[in-house]
């Protein structure tokens, strides 16, 4: 295997990584508004997240950096030509960072109550946009035979990447209400593992569209197993959560998430960009990519660093696995 494949499969890697553990981020900053009853359950959801939310964006940060430095024409191409989705994407993950500390900054109720609608919608829009960005980037896009995108914004809102979007937004919110009723007690735990219960039937026919449609506009035998896989762990999801095992749920929620995005980069290889104007002007792991000397340093640096993250994201999670409930949250002053 060539270098330049074995980072498109570290690269699909890490937004695995990104999207199974920043996708329950998400669905808590959206169950803050359709779970939580009260200020003292919001804080609830919060805390669930806040030793580890930074952490968890630390793999889209490597994502993106990997991408740059292995796939330089791919990195170029992808933020010219979906620069403004991807501009809201940042522009909401700065929002939502601050919105996290500044919360309690002050014990004024508008000011709370905007700092938590800022992490609902913050929530929200990136989780429905993923889903667009990588349905337009699996469909394929206006690339010229100058590896430059030549299509406008509206030819990334067509229905099979707003589906896309849908299925992100409605797993990933699934994916943070089953880590709810995990993480908590008491009543919210309880309502918690009904809106699972919920949401994961609504994902299930969502997820079952799209990935279809994707095997048949451009799948093969790896890409229809990884399907199958995503199916059937999430209907996994739904019946653990069903008979209350919480913690067999999320794992399966977290395999679904990972047998998607493993679908979706099946279905893109050796493309890493398709053009949907003429086949020939397609990025691909051969023309995009960088010198085999560069992609060699990186191999090296991710293999010292790679353990290192992993020790560290996996000792917080450990530090942090307690339950946590309404009388653990401090009256606020």
């Known amino acids: 295997m060539e270098l330049h494949d074995v980072w498109f499969v570290l690269i699909a890697v890490l ?37 580890v939310w930074d ?4 793999w889209l940060l490597t994502a993106g950096g990997a991408t740059f430095a292995a796939f330089p ?12 989705p991807l501009l809201i994407i940042l522009v909401c993950l700065i929002i939502r960072g601050v919105a996290f ?15 938590e609608q800022a992490i609902f919608w913050t929530s929200l829009i990136p989780a429905f946009l993923w889903g667009v960005a990588f349905g337009n980037i699996v469909r394929g896009v206006k690339i010229d035979g100058d590896m430059e995108y030549a299509g406008t914004l509206w030819d990334l809102l067509n229905p099979y990447a707003l589906l896309g979007g849908l299925v992100t937004l409605t797993l990933f919110t699934f994916h943070g209400a089953v880590f709810a009723s995990l993480k908590t007690v008491g009543d919210i735990r309880g309502r918690a593992r009904a809106l699972a219960l919920k949401l994961g039937l609504v994902t299930a026919v969502l997820a079952l569209g799209f990935l279809s449609w994707t095997q048949v506009r ?20 739904v019946a653990a959560i069903k008979a209350g095992r919480e913690g ?15 679908m979706l980069f099946l279905a893109l290889f050796p493309n890493v960009m398709p053009s949907s104007l003429d086949p020939e002007w397609s990025l691909t792991v051969t023309n995009a990519s960088s010198s085999p000397y560069t992609l060699k340093i990186m191999t090296w640096c991710a293999a010292i660093a790679t353990p ?17 409930g309404t009388q653990h949250i401090a009256d606020a002053h």
């Open 15 to 51: 937004w695995t990584g990104y999207f199974f553990l920043e996708g329950f981020d998400f669905g808590i900053g959206v169950l803050t508004k359709l779970l939580a009853r009260d200020r003292a359950e919001k804080r609830v959801l919060i805390n669930t997240i806040g030793p």
């Open 55 to 58: 952490g968890n964006e630390v």
């Open 73 to 84: 024409e791919w990195y170029a191409t992808l933020f010219s030509g979906f620069y403004l």
């Open 101 to 115: 500390e500044y919360r309690v900054k002050r014990p004024e109720e508008n000011w709370q109550r905007n700092w």
């Open 218 to 237: 451009t799948g093969d035998g790896w890409s229809l197993a990884a399907m199958l896989i995503a199916v059937v762990a999430l209907v996994g999801a």
């Open 248 to 262: 067999w749920s999320f794992a399966l929620s977290g395999v679904t998430i990972a047998a998607a995005v493993a």
């Open 308 to 324: 290192l993250v992993l020790l560290y994201q996996g000792w917080t999670y450990w530090v942090f696995r307690k339950r946590i």
